[in-house]
């Protein structure tokens, strides 16, 4: 689903302008982070007059250079973007060991978690009489249970993968649809707005985890001034571990909506027969989900008249 969102990112220029913004914003702040390892502002004043002193084109040269620079930083950071995003998930490669002894252990703490965390949950529920604090901290259980794949998993090692892992999980729980096979046909039936909605949230996103590449790559700035490796690793970290979950959950619950609210259109439009209870459901969706992968040449289920 990463390469299907990458190709739907909004219009050209739109992208260009949000591409650009924060490229023009780091490069501002390795201009100043160079000032500063030169002994102040005051020494951009020889490059300014120098440039004052120049013909218009030469100006709008210099110009067009600089916009032309941070746009392709900014492209580059884009491409980057979706297999950083997946680090942030937690797919990490098997090699080295030591990574991948990592992964496990953060795995298996989570799995211990939510074990926990359910294990409590049960206890609160089983109570006869239950105080405003058990009512609060139920409450608090389930906001995070949902942000986990349902037991047993399987988990993620990071909160941001556990929370879309779960969003594209769920609609196979509650549906039989896996989300991956039929996105791209779901895709097609939402209306206009629905799609909107669900762009902007992964374009949304996508920027937190750009904002985490800037933030590593200012801090290459340090050969200049030790200021901007403090400044770039609290960006960094803000963004990894605030505004990359906070985005996903965001985009997941929408993801989670649009099954929720347009699976009927789906079937509609495949003329597919619409299931007649829950428990039919999920047996009609995991049919669906396989035929829209494999194909049938099996004479049930008949097709419904076209919409």
Known sequence: MTAFWSSINGKLADRVAAISAPALIFWLGGLLAWSLGHGGLHSLAEPASWLSKQAGVTQAAVLVVVIAAASASGLIVTRVTPPVLRWLEGYWPRRPRWVNKLR????????????????????????????????????????VMHRRPDPPGPYQPTRTGNILRAAEGRPGIKYGLDAVTVWPQLWLVLPEASQQELAAARAALDSSVAATIWGILFCLFGVW???????????????????????????????????????????????????????????????????????????????????
Not at 108 to 117: E, I
């Open 104 to 143: 496990q252990r953060l795995t298996a703490r989570v799995s211990t978690q939510a074990a926990t965390d359910m294990k409590t949950w049960l206890a609160l529920n089983q109570k006869d009489e239950k105080s405003d604090d058990d009512l609060a901290e139920i409450n608090r259980l389930e906001r």
């Open 225 to 307: 001034t030790l200021l901007a490796v403090p400044a770039g690793l609290l960006v960094a970290v803000v963004a990894a571990v605030g505004w990359v979950p906070a985005r996903a959950e965001v985009f997941g619950s929408l993801l989670e909506a649009a099954f929720d609210l347009n699976r009927t259109a789906l079937y509609r439009q495949l003329r597919w027969p619409l299931p007649g209870n829950p428990g039919a459901e999920i047996t009609q969706g995991r049919l669906l989900t396989q035929y829209l992968w494999r194909g049938s040449d099996r004479a049930v289920p008949q097709f419904t008249d076209p919409p």
